[in-house]
């Protein structure tokens, strides 16, 4: 009895230490996010002449990230179209609220996929969007990172898990009966592009925390490089990050929409766009008309009815090449590609060796490419996992690559097809402290088929037991 009271009290003491640290975490993450004391530069809407492309994951982002942007813009005279990536017919809660059942079946999630357009078509239109300028693409919600990474080819197609298609269901889509692959995507957004030439384009925020928002953003970059088009401007907005944005005390209409603290210094440039009292009466009106959302989420979509909304811009990095020998090459500001906020997931609390902080980048004068992750603290070797994801472009053709650290072992794995294709032969790895670095001799990319290449697009990520710990935002690098 003696025993089992211990085990009881030990456990019940652990439990009570795991739930402890969970409030303080997010208790820390709130008031952090309150109290942000930034000045980002105003903006104005764009004008006569525009051209304005809002991308969006899901029914609702759009009116959430760029709802008054749209309307100043049509207003300024300019033109808008909106694209919705999925019809957000997997979100299981909403769905099983809106037909009040614990079961659904395929074609009842397919019908809360047609709710949720409808929901964007009256949003949009309180903002003067006709229904001829919003294209639904009909992609699977909650599918987007998949179909970026492991179905990109239509010989491995996604099948939705809600839904159960592997192409678009619905009678609306932008292509009927288009195949859930990754390469259709990018011809569907390459398509809406060359057509309507926007001069400005808004996407998601590469460091938004849901996996279909930072696809979306993945895949907008990905056919921007490919098709060599560079709008006036590219507007970042930012819908998921964790505790963010925080509720205010009292009207919280009389304050700003701040970034998140822990995006303050990663790279991206912050601005406002001034709001009117009335244009937040109309912000809130629209999102009102979101009711299948507003059975789940009404309080964190009120938390976006503030006096201003807020972009980003995400500038590309340019990868020094030549300065330093190989021998000399370390660490620095100079070659820093991505910055990453510091324990951005609860479980980095206890893994900091999982804790990403930034990825750098450096060619040296032998022609060598280094690549190295740096971490909070050192690296368990046998139980973290790192990867390198890779994406080459050049003007006929793009190339994807991992490459995964597992101790002083590199694999090369190409992420399309989900295989490991070779063990690097090429490849140096050096984990020291908190830091991998990898040594990619000249040689290695004519082995792994990759010519020359005017771009990569990368991400780094950090792994235990293949279950994800840390994961960077995606970056476009300029190699010319």
Known sequence: MKKI???????????????????????????????????????????????????????????????????????????????????????????????????????????????????????????????????FLGYPDGGLASLWSSNWNSTNPYTSPYTQADRSPYTESFKKNRLYCGQNVVADLSQIIHDFQPTDIVMPHPNDKHPDHWATNAFTKYTLTVLNYSPQKEWLYLIHRGLWPSPEAGSQHKKDLAPPAKLLKTGTKWYTLDLTDQEIRLKTEAIKLYHSQQKTLGFQMSCFEKQSELFGQYTDAKLISGMRMDSDITPNAGNILIQDPVQDKLLLDVDKGGDILAVHAEISKEGNLHLIIQTDQKMIKELNEYRYNLVFINKEKSSHLTLIVK??????????????????????????????????????????????????????????????????????????
């Not at 614990?102 to 969007?129: C, D, H, M, W």
């Not at 990368?458 to 293949?466: G, H, K, L, P, R």
């Open 407 to 480: 101790g002083n072992e590199v694999y090369a794995q190409d992420p399309t097809t989900n295989t490991i294709t070779r063990e690097t032969v090429n490849i140096c790895v050096s984990n020291q402290g908190g830091m991998s670095h990898l040594i990619i001799n000249q040689s290695a990319f004519q082995q792994l088929e990759f010519g020359h290449y005017d771009h990569v697009f990368m991400d780094a990520e950090s792994a235990f037991n293949n279950h994800l710990i840390d994961k960077t935002a995606w970056r476009m690098i300029d190699t010319r």
């Open 5 to 135: 009271l211990k085990r009881r009290i030990f456990l019940a003491a652990s439990t009570l230490i795991i739930v402890l640290a969970f409030v303080f975490t997010i208790s820390d993450q709130m008031v952090a996010n309150y109290m942000v004391d930034t000045t980002p530069e105003h903006i104005d809407a764009p004008g006569a002449g525009s051209r304005v492309l809002i991308i969006a994951p899901h029914p609702d982002d759009e009116t959430l990230g760029a709802g008054m942007l749209i309307k100043k813009t049509l207003a300024n005279g300019g033109k808008v179209k909106v694209v919705l990536m999925t019809n957000g017919d997997g979100y299981r809660v909403a769905a099983h609220l809106d037909y009040t059942k614990i079961t659904l079946t395929p074609k009842e999630y397919i019908n809360f996929g047609y709710t949720r357009q409808q929901e964007s078509v009256k949003a949009l239109a309180s903002s003067g969007v006709s229904e001829s300028d919003i294209i």
